[in-house]
């Protein structure tokens, strides 16, 4: 087997690049609120992964007007100089888990809301991290309780808009509530989608939009004694919602990048499968089939994780998975990440694969087979040299996953 270009590595790398610069925070609200300026003064709350990019993209375009503002994202994801603007508090807290300083960062931001003037209009920016980074629980619930059951929902499989369907369930905040606390001040929300089906109320767990009502996904036993409110609350006629960034866009973005190439694009859309494992498998399996070229997928799969699960997140389940089936080939590449930078509890976003990872983590002294069994692909890939560092990337809309396959297998 020849080795793989490293000219094909650096190609999915710099196509994934160019996608994510396609969705970043900073850019999409400078793009915005440059084509919606202010109508006046407004004060800015911002929350999640990429709140300190999308904040710089406000003051970008309308910092003057800028009266005061809270920013709460994850720790070591301020990367701007925002925290040195003296009219921004800014704060880190917890992610995927919600910590003490997750709860500090709901009071504050009850506060900062309750302070604000009577004829206040707000700026609220959101993005996926918010869910953990910011929280208000209902009273009986302790911190504890909500990290054991954050723990069970991360692990358990469930779509993303069912786990945030249980997370407002405990939350003073979540699921819309949030919106009383504006007793009717006017409210844009720019929104960049980590969810699928881009649907608004699932960003950040709803803040300021109420869900639509549904049950409850089955809990174990464990936690049956939580006090789950029910039900939706209504809507707040002074929210008005805009999403401004997606996973459709950095897939768009990276279509067109590869196009402008010369190279066939073949944009799939949505992942075939949610399981992380057996989505990798149907993604090499659809390539080994399929025609040359850049393929494009984008999404969110899921991994069950086991009792003392390895190290590693979705994103790397499903390219040590994928790099099993295509073990041998020399004409495919496959890079799955998440667009913020980071996967799972793991400060990698994911990673790139070819038909030599098997061997290159074997020789590293991993086995394949028991690392995805035991979800620690991370250690096999690291030993593979294949995983992807970008460190925070000032956006989060889901994963993208790009595969390469050359016309010159020999």
């Known amino acids: 087997m020849r080795d793989v270009p490293i000219s094909s590595r650096n190609l999915l790398l710099d196509l994934f690049r160019q996608g994510l610069a396609a969705v970043n925070g900073r850019s999409a609200v400078h793009a915005w609120l440059s084509a919606h300026p ?36 994850r720790y070591g994801f301020l990367e701007t100089p925002v925290y040195r603007d003296p009219r921004i508090i800014t704060l880190e807290a917890g992610h995927p888990l919600p910590d003490g300083q997750s709860l500090a960062a709901g009071n504050a931001l009850l506060l900062f809301l309750k302070e604000a003037p009577a004829d206040a209009e707000f700026l609220f920016l959101v993005s996926g991290g918010a869910s953990s980074t910011v929280e208000v629980p209902v009273e009986g619930v302790s911190l504890e309780q909500l990290q054991q059951l954050n723990t069970w929902l991360l692990g358990s499989g469930l779509p993303i808009g069912d786990i945030n369907w249980v997370r407002a369930a405990l939350s003073r905040i979540k699921g819309g509530r949030l919106a009383a606390r504006l007793g009717g001040r006017r409210a844009t929300l720019l929104l960049i989608s980590d969810v699928p089906g881009d649907v608004m109320s699932d960003v950040g767990s709803g803040l300021l939009l109420p869900g639509q009502g549904r049950s409850l996904p089955e809990l174990p036993r464990r936690f049956a004694g939580l006090p789950f409110q029910k039900g939706a609350v209504a809507g707040s006629p002074s929210v008005t919602a805009h999403i401004i ?15 402008h190439l010369g190279i066939p694009v073949h944009l799939h859309g949505n992942l075939p499968t949610t399981d992380a494992a057996a989505c990798g498998k149907a993604l090499a399996d659809l390539l080994m089939d399929g025609p040359t070229g850049v393929h494009i997928w984008g999404g969110e799969t899921t991994v069950k994780l086991p009792e003392n699960p390895g190290q590693g997140g979705r994103n790397q389940q499903l390219a040590l998975s994928a790099a099993m089936a295509l073990a041998g080939r020399d004409d495919i590449l496959l890079l799955a990440a998440g667009t913020d930078g980071a996967d799972g509890v793991t400060d990698d976003a994911g990673a790139l694969v070819d038909g030599g990872s098997v061997a290159r983590g074997e020789d590293g002294g991993f086995d394949a087979e028991d690392c995805l069994r035991r979800v620690d692909a991370g250690d096999f890939l690291e030993a593979s040299g294949d995983l992807i560092h970008t460190g925070p990337t000032g956006t989060n809309v889901m994963d993208l996953m790009i595969a390469y396959k050359s016309p010159d297998q020999t």
């Open 38 to 73: 202010p109508s006046g003064q407004f004060h800015l709350v911002a929350l999640g992964k990429a709140a300190d990019a999308m904040t710089a993209g406000a003051l970008d375009a309308a910092g003057s007007l800028l009266c005061v503002g809270l920013v709460v994202t």
């Open 245 to 259: 960034a997606s996973n459709g866009l950095a897939q768009a973005a990276v279509a067109a990048a590869a196009r």
